[in-house]
Antibody, heavy 117, light 106 residues
């Protein structure tokens, strides 16, 4: 079964970092990019960046450059996103999504990150 | 960055109605546009890609058209299970961006 399975919900204090995983199964992990997006409550989804699992090359939204790091472990067929210097505005559901054609046809189930003191 | 604007932001319709949503890009994005359905507590679900191609398994009552900067999405005959928020999304240029969404109610 082709799927992306994400790690569980997180509660973090302002200034902390969070690391979310996205495990791919049912397809060749290195074939398509993995994208990361987030959706704050009541807002539209927002693209954070993507990684080419074959090469490790990354591309980030300028808005998050320097605060978001995307990585992967090909042996574990898993991609990761780390968000640092968390603030309350980073409270959101974070999603991974598969690239390729069509783009973002497959999504993870989402990971709720709550930033609260 | 490319801005995506949907209208209307909210829409109330009846079962069996034909429903149309429009999406405008701030510049030419050719046909690099997706449409998604999102239900409460769930992630976005791809319905249409490449501006007009129906994704696998999506009912044929959903359709879309357009190119350049102007796009439309149509539900041919509304069903109760279509109650959701619908988003357009461009993938012509980074950063990929979504419209603000259209909340569809009955």
């Amino acid at each position: 079964q082709v799927q992306l399975v994400q790690s569980g919900a997180e509660v973090k204090k302002p200034g902390a970092s969070v690391n979310i995983s996205c495990k791919a199964s049912g397809y060749t992990f290195t074939k398509d990019a993995i994208h990361w997006l987030r959706q704050a409550p009541g807002q539209r989804p927002e693209w954070l960046g993507w990684i080419n699992p074959a090469t490790g090359n990354t591309k980030y939204s300028q808005k998050f450059q320097g605060r978001v790091t995307i990585s992967r472990d090909t042996s574990a067929t898993t991609a990761y996103v780390e968000v640092s210097s968390l603030r309350s505005e980073d409270t959101a559901v974070y999603y991974c999504a598969r690239g390729g054609i069509p783009l973002w046809a497959l999504w993870g189930q989402g990971t709720l990150v709550t930033v609260s003191s | 960055d490319i801005q995506m604007t949907q209208s209307p932001s909210a829409l109330s319709a009846s079962v069996g109605d034909r429903v149309t949503i429009t999406c405008q890009a701030s510049q030419d994005i050719k046909m690099n546009l997706n449409w998604y359905q999102q239900k409460p507590g769930k992630g976005p679900n791809l319905l249409i890609y490449g501006a007009s191609s129906l994704h696998t398994g999506v009912p044929s009552r959903f359709s879309a058209s357009g190119s350049g900067a102007h796009f439309t999405f149509t539900i041919g005959s509304l069903r109760p299970e279509d109650i959701a928020t619908y988003y357009c999304q461009q993938y012509d240029n980074l950063p990929y961006a979504f419209g603000q969404g259209t909340k569809l109610g009955i």
